[in-house]
């Protein structure tokens, strides 16, 4: 299959299969990098290339859902807050794994995450908001 067409079907696919893909396309992208790249930088990639697990995003996103719908109840509130934090906790394992691979790389963080295409924007779509903040 050419390059053309698989950008082709890449088109058809909806969001949530085009971020499967997107996470499939990084992981085996650092798995081949891995072959060449000393072990601490193949391990600091697949930390910052760790996925949010689907579960997790799910439940956060059907809790925020009935947050946002005022039904939220008062078990399912405390729920979104450990929630919240395990995500919060994600990121900032993420952001360490960002900051020593720059250090490693002897660059600053922001050139690792241009280096890697990260974005603010990524950032927050990867790790949505935490309890009306957004996550950056």
Known sequence: MSLDELIKAAHQL?????????QQVITLRTQRKAHVLPAEEAHLLDRINQPLPAELRAQYQALRAK???ETLTEAEYQTLIQL??????F????????????????????????????????????????????VD
């Open 14 to 22: 909806d969001e949530t299969d085009l971020d499967k893909l997107l």
């Open 91 to 134: 990121g900032a394992q993420r952001l360490a794994a960002l900051a020593s691979l720059a250090q490693l790389r002897q660059v600053s963080v922001s050139e690792i995450m241009e280096t890697l295409g990260i974005q603010d924007k990524s950032i927050e779509r990867n790790f949505g908001t935490v309890v009306g903040k957004s």
């Open 67 to 69: 947050r946002e719908a």
């Open 84 to 89: 919240s934090c395990q995500i919060e906790e």
